[in-house]
Nanobody, 115 residues
Framework: QVQLVESGGGLVQPGGSLRLSCSASGFSISPYPMSWFRQTSGRERTLVARITSHDSTYYTDSVKGRFTISRDNVKNTVYLQMNSLKPEDTAEYFC?????????WGQGTQVTVSS
């Protein structure tokens, strides 16, 4: 059974840092690109960052230079290091994998940036 479980969210002050983790089970992440999305209330999920199986990365413009996506295929986990957090980064963050049998999402982890 394919499962993705996010963790690491929480409340942080502006300028602070968090590291999100996405732990996968039921499959190996190594051949797949992995992505982080985020969603605020009433809006669609938007892509934040993606990492390919060859470790090529993509970031949406608003997080470039502040967020870093990485993967550990041995631990079957994907990370999102978030630095210099801003209030506009407040959202629920989701991990996603696209496989030939469809998209799989985690349950999300809430990140709140506020003083």
């Amino acid at each position: 059974q394919v499962q993705l479980v996010e963790s690491g969210g929480g409340l942080v002050q502006p300028g602070g840092s968090l590291r999100l983790s996405c732990s996968a089970s039921g499959f190996s992440i190594s051949p797949y690109p992995m992505s982080w999305f985020r969603q605020t209330s009433g809006r669609e999920r938007t892509l934040v960052a993606r990492i390919t199986s060859h470790d090529s990365t993509y970031y949406t413009d608003s997080v470039k230079g502040r967020f870093t996506i990485s993967r550990d295929n041995v631990k079957n986990t994907v990370y999102l290091q978030m630095n210099s957090l801003k209030p506009e980064d407040t959202a629920e963050y989701f991990c996603k994998v696209f496989r030939l049998d469809g998209d799989y999402w985690g349950q999300g982890t809430q990140v709140t940036v506020s003083s």
